[in-house]
Every structure is written in C-alpha cells, then in structure tokens.
C-alpha cells in the first residue's frame, strides 16, 4: 500500500510539531525549576504559611555597614503574599520563622541574636521603623556558619514602644554583652509586643545574606556589564574572606 507524499508530508509536520512542543514543556519545566531554586521565602513551620517572597536573582550587593560581621552582603527585596498584604502580625514572629532558600530551609528566627539586633536611626533620632536582626546557624563566625540579617519595617508603630526600642539599642551600645537587652525577643515573644500592642504588624522588607554562605549561588546570578564587573570584584573580595576563615 503507497502513501501519498502529501500525507507523508502531513505525519511528519505532526510528529515535528509534538517533538516542538514536548520540548517547550520541557523548557518551561525547567524555567520554573530554576525560579524555584532562586526563591526567597519567609515561612511558618514546615514552610506554611508563605509571609512573604523575593528572588534571589533579583537581588545585589550591599554594603556591610556593622550589620553583619564583615564581609560582603547580597540584599534580596522581599513582597508580602496576599494574605499579609495588610502586614505581618507580630504573634506569627513566635516562636520562629523559617528563612527559606530554594526551597530549603536556610536558617530560621529561633536563631536570631537578640542582642545585636540594630534599631536603625535610634543614634540619631531618626524615626525610621526599622529594625535589623542578624541570624547565625552557630556561635561563632566562621564559613561553615550560615549568616543573614532580617530587616523588620513597622507599620505605624506607637511612639511609645518604638522609643523603648531606642532606648534598648543604645543601652546595648554601652554595656557588655551578657547584659544586653533582646531586642528580637520584645518585638515577638507572646508577653511582650504582641501582648502590649495585639493589633501591630510588620512588614519583612529584605533579607541580607552574608556572601561567603551563598557563594554558590552568586556566582549563578547575571546582569549587565557593570554588574559583571562588580560581581568580579567582589567574588575576588569573597574568596579572600574564605581564605581568611582557613587559616
């Protein structure tokens, strides 16, 4: 039995068009993999509820200005899920959030040290809501530690509360560290905050990764040429800091 070359010709666009679109599935597939491993999430336990998300890919490099122990930082900008879009209560801060990366769980706020929290603007009467928490996976700072900061913005904060969290940081600036106040531990833990003020939310604007803990995943990101050119000096700024660390 002959086939005519018209329809012959016919199976065969058939067969090209399923093989095309088999592999634009497969493309989109592995897009959505990619975005899935670059993703930023602050969550609840076990990763529910989402609070709120940024991509990695979309953040930079930021300046350590005594934020963090020294060393480079990459700054990912995170948006609230709609569910938090009116903010975050401060009740969902306890016992502790979980900082995701990829999917993964990267560090979470049971670690966040509560002493060195920065209350921004409290040296020079700036009333800017905003409070940095630095987390560490271990006591010391070291390239086998995990290291970030969380920056907490208020919405519409009382004076009240707000000042006493002033007054905290420069307290803290002035005695030793085992007597410093906790200052993450005011704003979330259930007796203080979120039992002073029960209606207050906050919003995680940003998340800073210390460098040297998702070097990896530097390297992965790119951008224009002045981005190229910075990320070039500062992975030369990077590995120097690793170095450090072994010896």
């Known amino acids: 039995m002959s086939v005519s070359p018209e329809l012959a010709l016919a199976a065969a666009a058939a067969i090209k068009d399923k093989a095309l679109e088999q592999q634009t599935m497969e493309l989109i597939q592995l897009k959505k993999q990619l975005h899935a491993s670059q993703e930023v999430e602050i969550t ?8 709120c998300r940024g991509s990695f890919q979309d953040g930079n490099f930021r300046e350590n200005v005594g934020l963090l122990p020294p060393g480079v930082l990459w700054e990912v900008k995170l948006v609230n899920d709609e569910a938090f879009e009116a903010g975050i209560p401060l009740r969902e ?19 966040v040290s509560g002493t060195m929290c920065k209350v921004r603007g409290a040296a020079s009467n700036n009333s800017r ?24 913005d ?7 509360p707000w000042k006493h969290l002033q007054s905290c940081a420069t307290y803290n ?12 531990h005011k704003i979330s833990h259930p007796t203080q905050f979120p039992r002073r003020i029960p209606n207050q939310t906050a919003d995680i604007t940003s998340m800073c990764f210390h460098a040297t803990s998702v070097l990896k995943l530097i390297r992965t990101v790119h951008g224009d040429e002045e981005f190229e050119r910075e990320k070039k000096e500062r992975l030369t700024e990077i590995e120097a800091n690793i170095a450090d660390f072994a010896e």
Request: proline share 6%; with cysteine.
């Open 44 to 51: 609840g336990k076990m990763g529910r509820p989402v609070y």
């Open 93 to 111: 801060f306890w016992p502790d959030m979980e900082i995701r990366l990829g999917g993964v769980v990267f560090a979470s706020t049971s670690t």
């Open 129 to 152: 809501d905003d409070v940095f928490c630095p987390i560490t996976s271990g006591d010391e700072y070291n390239r086998y530690n995990r290291i970030a900061g969380m920056a907490i």
């Open 154 to 160: 208020f919405r519409s904060l009382p004076e009240g």
């Open 173 to 184: 600036s002035r005695v030793a560290n085992d007597e410093r106040d906790d200052i993450f």
